[in-house]
């Protein structure tokens, strides 16, 4: 594939690509989609995708309309082990996306800073969520997800980083990212399994 040619010129992430190629696609209901990167904000993937299932067990197994999720009450929200706070952001993302007419197709369309903008102005919707639903489900290939506890892990331990500092971190990370481009969402996915994999 053209972006595993193009992370091999990098040495040291090299050795990651043995494992299977990796695909990026959009997906439909972006909302849900960003609902879901609440839902899992600070937890592990396990349990994010046990109360997901929970999630969509409310609507009967299909993913919810913005209409449907407002039907709900909060103690059906809370009952599937979601937090007061998650429950108002969730619940934020629905109005914002009535509000504003919001659909797939136009977030297809967006470059990736307006799509931040633009999502970032819903309570409890920072740029890693944002960066989640770009890679996940807007088919965007070059995001890189500085603010991640794993890919902040993983890099630390392939490239020896050494830092004092959040903020010197994050300016190695990004000095050694910018080989990535344009395929950062990729190498972020290597780096995601590489960890999950136990090299961490």
């Not at 090299?14 to 439909?28: F, G």
Request: charged letters at 20%; a positive charge; one cysteine or more.
């Amino acid at each position: 594939m053209e972006y595993q040619l193009h992370l091999k010129k990098d040495k040291k992430f090299a050795p990651l690509l043995a494992e299977a190629n990796h695909t990026i696609k959009k997906r439909k209901n972006t909302p849900v989609r960003l609902m879901a990167s609440i839902i899992s904000q600070q937890l592990s993937t396990k349990v994010a995708a046990i109360i997901f299932g929970r999630f969509i067990a409310l609507f009967d197994g299909k993913e919810p309309s913005c209409a449907q999720v407002l039907a709900c009450t909060n103690d059906q929200l809370r009952s599937i082990g979601l937090s007061q706070s998650k429950v108002h952001y969730i619940q934020n993302v629905a109005e914002f996306f009535i509000a504003n007419k919001l659909t797939d197709k136009q977030l297809y369309a967006m470059e990736p800073e307006a799509i931040i903008d633009l999502l970032t102005q819903i309570k409890g919707v920072g740029k890693w969520t944002v960066q989640m639903l770009m890679l996940f489900s807007l088919g965007q290939e070059d995001v890189f997800a500085v603010d991640d506890l794993g890919i902040q892990q993983a890099m630390t331990k392939l490239y020896k980083i050494k830092y004092e500092t959040k903020k010197e971190l994050h300016t190695k990370m990004l000095a050694i990212s910018s080989k990535y481009k344009p395929y950062s969402s990729y190498a972020c996915l290597h780096l995601w399994q590489w960890k999950d994999q136990g090299a961490i």
